[in-house]
């Protein structure tokens, strides 16, 4: 695939309690924010927030798609968290190419998630070696 800079992957996702929950098995982060509704009514929060790695993931989705979009992996991200992901946002994640190095096959991307609000979640930035697809 060509690729340049400038090109945008983007994939929405829906953050559904079984969702939440499957992440927490999976991961073993049982935080009781995530997955205990009487405990984060007590927080800032006021009710279960989503991982933030979760989010993590749908970037991480993008970034090894295949034909339809990327085909790499990681050598590095950053993410910043900016806002909570909630049981039943819809969270669009974002990778925008802004640096490519050809003689490796090496792509820095822009990485955002937003929620169906268009408020920022998560920002940040990955490296990925290009994979042939």
Do not use: W
Not at 84 to 98: L, N
Not at 114 to 133: C, R, W, Y
């Amino acid at each position: 695939m060509q690729i340049k800079v400038g090109d945008v992957f983007s994939r929405d996702r829906h953050v559904t309690a079984e969702v939440i929950s499957q992440f927490a098995d999976i991961s073993g982060d049982r935080n009781p924010i995530h997955l205990d509704a009487d405990f984060a009514r007590t927080t800032r929060f006021g009710k279960p927030i989503a991982h933030g790695m979760l989010s993590g993931a749908f970037i991480s989705a993008i970034l090894a798609s295949g034909p339809a979009g990327l085909a790499g992996i990681y050598l590095s991200q950053t993410m910043n968290f900016t806002a909570p992901v909630f049981e039943g946002d819809t969270v669009t994640a974002k990778a925008e190419v802004i640096n490519i190095r050809e003689d490796k096959n090496i792509v820095t991307l822009l990485t955002t998630c937003t929620n169906q609000n268009g408020e920022t979640v998560v920002s940040g930035e990955a490296v990925i070696m290009l994979l042939e697809v």
